[in-house]
């Protein structure tokens, strides 16, 4: 089974870019679908972004289109997730999930998740 470990989080001001990094271990990424999310505090978590995991076709949710873009390496087994023009209500913790199924904006078609990296964006 693969094991996700995300990286890169940390304090931005609102307008700056960051980048997150997803290391995948265990099973080659390439036999999975991956996808970002993430949760505000108190809130529900919520679909950001996706990837196939044979032909990298993407999708994003519609707060980030134009904003992020989530790209992967298989030769690296590593997922990434930049993130642009961050906004104050980008702050979240950002996870990264892993599927054998169907790609999905829900996560409970999710099966492994990593620990999630915290993004504070500020004015």
């Known amino acids: 089974q693969v094991q996700l470990v995300e990286s890169g989080g940390g304090l931005v001001q609102a307008g700056g870019s960051m980048r997150l990094s997803c290391a995948a271990s265990g099973v080659s990424s390439v036999t999975y679908n991956l996808a970002w999310f993430r949760q505000a505090p108190g809130k529900v978590r919520e679909f950001v972004a996706q990837?196939?995991?044979?032909?990298?076709?993407?999708m994003y949710a519609d707060s980030v289109k134009g904003r992020f873009t989530i790209s992967r390496d298989n030769a690296k087994n590593t997922v990434y997730l930049q993130m642009n023009n961050l906004k104050l209500e980008d702050t979240a913790v950002y996870y990264c999930a892993a599927t054998s199924f169907a790609l999905s904006t829900i996560g409970g078609q999710y099966e492994t998740w990593g620990q999630g990296t915290q993004v504070t964006v500020s004015s």
């Open positions: 990837i196939s995991r044979s032909t990298g076709t993407t």
